[in-house]
């Protein structure tokens, strides 16, 4: 099984005769619009394609996506709910999934918990491999900014998501998760007590743009707690998660 990062929090995942996309924002070519590893070659892949989104935010969904239809009419489209509350998407467009809801067919299960933002997390099971994608779920609060009732509140309503999803699923075997140094100074607390409370053997950072050096820099904490962690250095690069 191969995750392939296409840019920002934007993935796709690669099994044996099925394809999923998640949060697609803009394909992976820094200099082409609408080319790039799914353009080029993610769309025309035999098997099953699931394209998912946690929610409308424009750096996580792109209504773009409904037209690969045209290319691909066997598509599966998995929605936040949210996307059809924000008319960004038609009721017949896709099928979709508040927190708590279940997707599954024979190929794939997908649940939904919760986001300290809008819209869902991601926990999908797929041929034996549980993945998890945070969508905007992060403790997400600037130090430099916020009062210390706003950072209280911010990191009880993330943990309390968090206690959620280890109920269900106390280990995962790779997380993609908000590692983004814009911020602040304690950006990086949400992904470290992420990985204290589920088990991650993998942990994948994401929703840094093109801040990469900010994002990889978790490694060293990741690593501390027995996460093998994929150093992002450019956009299209594939990772083998199976090894």
């Known amino acids: 099984m191969k995750l392939d990062y296409i840019y920002h929090s934007g993935f796709a995942i690669e099994a044996d005769g099925v394809t999923v996309i998640i949060d697609y924002y803009k394909d992976s070519s820094e200099t082409e ?91 999908i099971d797929l041929q034996g491999v549980r993945l998890f994608h945070a969508g905007d779920l992060n403790n997400w609060h600037w130090s430099e900014e916020s009062t210390p009732q706003e950072i209280r509140k911010a990191e009880g309503d993330f943990l309390a998501e968090v206690k959620c999803l280890q109920q269900a699923a106390p280990s995962v075997d790779v997380a993609m998760f908000p590692v983004d140094n814009r911020i602040g100074k304690d950006y990086m607390r949400g992904a470290e007590q992420f990985v204290e409370r589920i088990k991650t053997a993998i942990f994948v950072p994401m929703h840094f743009s093109e801040e990469y050096q900010g994002g990889n820099a978790f490694r060293i904490f990741a690593e501390s707690k027995g996460c093998r962690f994929l150093s992002i250095t450019h956009r299209g690069e594939s990772f083998d998660i199976t090894q």
């Not at 769309?43 to 773009?64: A, Q």
């Open 33 to 123: 619009y609408n080319k790039g590893i799914v353009h080029d070659y993610l769309l025309g892949k035999p098997g099953e394609l699931y394209v998912l989104s946690s929610h409308f935010h424009p750096d996580h969904f792109n209504r773009e996506v409904l037209l690969w239809k045209a290319e691909r009419p066997d598509i599966h489209y998995i929605f936040s709910k949210d996307i059809l509350k924000h008319r960004r998407a038609a009721r017949e467009d896709a099928t979709y999934i508040n927190k708590g809801d279940v997707y599954e067919d024979q190929n794939i299960r997908i649940e939904a918990f919760g986001s300290t933002d809008v819209g869902i997390s991601l926990l």
